[in-house]
């Protein structure tokens, strides 16, 4: 398994940007298909964005795309989340996660979690 650090995280107004960074333990990076998650009070977690393990397939939720990018560094063991023109309703914890699958559907597939970081958007 692999242990992630999110980061990046904190209150913004609505049309606003934030950086996430999700820092990564251990050899082999590349290896893994990383993904952002987001849980609103009160709701299931749910599928943010994912990226390959090379960067060159991603997939988006529809209610980010357009807005949000996600990318990777694997010489610095990193994956990124770009949150742009950022609406109340992006509220809630954002996770990263790790699979040794290309998915996005099933929660089940993402072996490793971080803690989570907090993203609030002000109207």
């Known amino acids: 398994q692999v242990q992630l650090v999110e980061s990046g995280g904190g209150l913004v107004q609505a049309g606003g940007s934030l950086r996430l960074s999700c820092a990564a333990s251990?050899?082999?990076?590349?290896?893994?298909?990383m993904g952002w998650f987001r849980q609103a009070p009160g709701k299931e977690r749910e599928f943010v964005a994912v990226i390959g393990g090379s960067g060159s397939v991603i997939h988006y939720a529809d209610s980010v795309k357009g807005r949000f990018t996600i990318s990777r560094d694997n010489a610095k063991n990193t994956v990124f989340l770009q949150t742009n023109n950022l609406k109340p309703e992006d509220t809630g914890v954002y996770y990263c996660?790790?699979?040794?699958?290309?998915?996005?559907?099933?929660?089940?597939?993402?072996?490793?979690w971080g803690q989570g970081t907090q993203v609030t958007v002000s109207s």
């Open positions: 251990g050899r082999t990076f590349s290896s893994y298909v």
């Open positions: 996660a790790a699979s040794t699958v290309f998915s996005w559907s099933n929660l089940a597939d993402f072996g490793s």
